[in-house]
């Protein structure tokens, strides 16, 4: 088979001929129809990611349709079209993940290539509703971004929400997720654009970050919030507890900005916040956001979609961070 291969970080992805995978028992072979990006593909591509590993095939995202399956398997897969949990051997706590803990697309090969093999227990029916590029589009993202608003954030309907960053594909769909649950919804981003954007999808308003008052504007505009979801850390994040109201929960994934700056620890005992990481999400998270989806049948947003082949244009175009939602490599 071929696929999309990452060879050294100095080196662009290049579409090649590769081993087809061998099933092991409980495993099954998908074909894919569509693929997409995730920031994590951009960082491994330039070096900059834990436990980086030559050649590797990425992608943890993928819809598609199962070709072969292994001993143990059962039949009624054969043929079916489904999505993949890229969020394997999660463990027994709901809690935190276990040290065998891992995203597809690295250590094991991912989704960038005509057939992926995984295990059955992380396929799930794609949504009839949806198309092979918005199958594809929500996985990790979603995934992220359900368990960080609902799991951890316990986001519920009135309850006013700080989208922070909005943009990429975990943000948009945060946004997505608090629209649909009746939330009231904040944004920040760098661009106005991506406000504009972010307010056809629901948002109330939204605020550049780049501005100097941007906090003070944003405490103005809502009076302040229940739940924050931020995927940046960096000096802002010390303005957080600033526009929290009583109880709220801040939640994050990611520092893309940096580390968590110093920050008043009295507003945050006293006005009793919590302050939350979370990583990915359970199999249970992904089954609900899957129900959740369905009940409300949101869309995932697609930036662009290019061919599976021009992988290495889409790597480029999320290197720039000019996307609004996702960016989706399509087979043929």
Not at 71 to 95: F, M, R, S
Not at 161 to 180: E, K, N, R
Not at 277 to 285: H, S
Request: hydrophobic share 40%.
């Amino acid at each position: 088979m071929k696929a999309i291969v990452l060879e050294a970080p100095d080196k662009p992805l290049v579409w090649k001929e590769v081993e087809n995978p061998t099933l092991a028992p409980g495993e099954v072979l998908v074909k894919i129809k569509a693929a997409a990006l995730n920031r994590r593909d951009y960082w491994i591509t330039i070096g900059k990611y834990a436990g980086l590993k030559y050649p590797t095939i990425l992608g943890s995202d993928g819809a598609g349709i199962v070709a072969e399956i292994g001993g143990g398997v059962d039949k009624t897969w054969l043929d079916k079209e489904v999505v993949i949990n890229p969020g394997n051997n999660w463990g027994e706590h709901e809690e935190f993940q276990s040290k065998e803990f891992k995203i597809l697309g690295l250590p094991d090969d991912g989704t960038f290539a005509e057939y992926i093999k995984t295990r059955a227990e992380y396929l799930h029916n794609k949504p009839a509703y949806l198309s092979w590029e918005q199958a594809a589009a929500f996985p990790l993202a979603g995934l992220t971004a359900y368990r960080a608003l609902f799991t951890k954030g316990k986001a519920k309907k009135g309850d006013t929400v700080l989208i922070s960053g909005v943009g990429g594909g975990t943000g948009t769909f945060a946004l997505q997720w608090a629209v649909a649950a009746g939330c009231k919804v904040f944004v920040t981003s760098g661009t106005g654009e991506k406000i504009d954007m972010a307010l056809r999808l629901g948002a109330t308003a939204g605020v550049n970050y780049k501005s100097q008052d941007w906090a003070e504007e944003l405490h103005h505009l809502a009076g302040g919030f229940d739940v924050i979801i931020d995927s940046a850390l960096g000096a802002g994040f010390a303005k957080f507890p600033d526009i929290c109201n009583p109880g709220a929960r801040i939640v994050f994934f990611g520092g893309t900005a940096g580390d968590i700056p110093a920050i008043n620890g009295r507003k945050i005992f006293w006005k009793q916040l919590q302050i939350l990481g979370t990583t990915l999400g359970t199999p249970t998270d992904f089954k609900n956001m899957l129900s959740f989806m369905t009940e409300h049948k949101i869309e995932p947003v697609i930036d662009k979609v290019f061919p599976l082949t021009d992988a290495q244009k889409a790597v480029e175009v999320m290197g720039n961070s000019s996307q609004f939602g996702k960016l989706v490599l399509k087979a043929w």
